[in-house]
T-cell receptor, first 113, second 111 residues
Framework: KAGVTQTPRYLIKTRGQQVTLSCSPISGHRSVSWYQQTPGQGLQFLFEYFSETQRNKGNFPGRFSGRQFSNSRSEMNVSTLELGDSALYLC????????????FGPGTRLTVT | GENVEQHPSTLSVQEGDSAVIKCTYSDSASNYFPWYKQELGKGPQLIIDIRSNVGEKKDQRIAVTLNKTAKHFSLHITETQPEDSAVYFCAAANSGYALNFGKGTSLLVTP
């Protein structure tokens, strides 16, 4: 089976812009979770989508949003980018969700200047 | 919410030695404990996991132990090899909720 894919792999944006990241889960997985990874804060949970519905949400401002499509592919959007949003954004898919057996993609490295 | 603490933050061992990484968690309702390995430029890779109804699980050179009473779990890697060098993360989850990760352990295996 193909693994989790994320596009783009690298992105450079300017403060105030918005960005959309994409994630394609492992075939058959209905859950997609998004995490932000930074050296200072480590891996932090953003949100989880299961069968197109947001099931869990982490403690991030409303500028961070996401959605899931009927084919389980997911996108996350960050509006009004801030310098502190520079991070590796990781997507993970699982069959049943809820943190169980999550498989991560390679991530999108976002740099905000 | 759940708080996961991981120690040590860095660990250096010689090839062939064992490595042990320890984590503690705060939420007694947590029931799923995975371990991830992250190599440079890659996403975390699930290497082993354990559920709260099991005390120990082994997969070749790696094993995980869980002490629910003390709320701690550990990763054991035996006969370490240079390719085991990476950052290792522990995590905990309460069924239906998200993973809470430790801060990571940078393991270096020297030949």
């Amino acid at each position: 089976k193909a693994g989790v894919t994320q596009t783009p792999r690298y992105l450079i944006k300017t403060r105030g812009q918005q960005v959309t990241l994409s994630c394609s889960p492992i075939s058959g997985h209905r859950s997609v979770s998004w995490y932000q990874q930074t050296p200072g804060q480590g891996l932090q949970f953003l949100f989880e989508y299961f069968s197109e519905t947001q099931r869990n949400k982490g403690n991030f401002p409303g500028r961070f949003s996401g959605r899931q499509f009927s084919n389980s592919r997911s996108e996350m959007n960050v509006s009004t980018l801030e310098l502190g949003d520079s991070a590796l954004y990781l997507c993970a898919s699982s069959h049943n969700g809820g943190g169980y057996e999550q498989y991560f993609g390679p991530g999108t490295r976002l740099t905000v200047t | 919410g759940e708080n996961v603490e991981q120690h040590p933050s860095t660990l250096s061992v010689q090839e062939g030695d064992s490595a042990v990484i320890k984590c503690t968690y705060s939420d007694s309702a947590s029931n799923y404990f995975p371990w991830y390995k992250q190599e440079l430029g890659k996403g975390p890779q699930l290497i082993i996991d354990i559920r709260s109804n099991v005390g120990e699980k082994k997969d070749q050179r790696i094993a995980v132990t869980l002490n629910k009473t003390a709320k701690h779990f550990s990763l054991h890697i035996t006969e370490t090899q240079p390719e085991d060098s990476a950052v290792y993360f522990c995590a905990a989850a309460n069924s239906g909720y998200a993973l809470n990760f430790g801060k990571g352990t940078s393991l270096l295996v020297t030949p």
